[in-house]
Structure formats: C-alpha cells, structure tokens
C-alpha cells in the first residue's frame, strides 16, 4: 500500500509541475489569432462537465475500492483499481489544463485562460490520495480508552 500511495504521490507532483509549467508557457508566449467567444464558451462547458465527470468517476471508482481496502488486507485487484481511479482522476484533472493551453494558441487572452489551470492545479492538489486507514472511525473500544 505504501508503494502505490508513494507512487500515486509522484505521479500527482509531476502533474501539478505540467499544469503550472502550462500556465508559465501560456504567460510567456503572446497570443496569435482574435479570441472567439462561441470556441471559448464550448470549451468552458466542456470542462464544467469534466469536472462532473471527476466527481462521479470518483463517487463509483475510488471510494468503494477504499472502503475495501480499509476492511481487508492489501488486495492486488482492490489495489491496482484504487490506483486506477487516481491516475484517471489526475489524468482528467490535467485535460482541463490542457484546454487552457489551446484556447490560449487559439487566441484567448492569459487572463481568459487562468481558470483552466487553476481548475485542474486545484483539483490535483485537493483530490490526493487518502490512506484507507485513516478513513476508519475509531470502534467504541478505542473511545473508552
């Protein structure tokens, strides 16, 4: 369990560096082309319902893998599916940064592009891999003590 907490936790650093090394690209390189509002609301949309999709994607992958986790021994199946479920989460956590990155070469201003990465930054900093262990609620036996 550790080693795949460990690499959940690395994995999760780099993505963080990418998503902040976007927003330096982003600030750094001027825009080339005329912001279109139409492309800039769709794309907005489409990371609204990204962040949905985290969200439920989460609800059914990861926390039913925790509470088995929390409840057996170490499980190779219950593992690798509770290290799915992060890596998908970063993976689509990093896909809204990315939108940012496009719309910024498709003419959006930095200004108009920040929300993206502070979207995706956000939800791979507060969407971290949690212990199983320490989600358990202490028995009526520890609280006595």
């Known amino acids: 369990m550790k080693e795949s907490r460990r690499f959940i936790q690395t994995i999760r650093f780099v993505l963080a560096c990418s998503v902040v090394a976007y927003a330096l690209i982003c600030r750094r390189l001027p825009t080339s082309g005329n ?3 139409i492309v800039l ?3 907005t ?3 609204v319902v990204l962040v949905i999709v985290i969200f439920v994607m989460r609800r059914i992958q990861v926390l039913p893998v925790e509470a088995i986790l929390t409840t057996q021994s170490p499980d190779p199946k219950a593992l690798l599916r509770w ?9 689509l956590s990093v896909a809204i940064a ?3 990155l496009a719309l910024h070469f498709l003419g959006s201003s930095f200004m108009q592009v920040v929300p993206f990465f502070v979207a995706g930054l956000a939800l791979i900093l507060f969407l971290g891999p949690v212990s ?8 009526a036996t520890d609280a006595r003590q």
Do not use: D, Q
């Open 98 to 100: 990315l939108y940012g």
């Open 45 to 47: 949309a489409m990371a």
């Open 132 to 139: 199983p262990k320490s989600r358990e609620f202490p028995s």
């Open 41 to 43: 609301r769709a794309i």
């Open 83 to 91: 290290r799915k479920g992060y890596l998908t989460t970063y993976a």
């Open 35 to 37: 912001s279109n509002p």
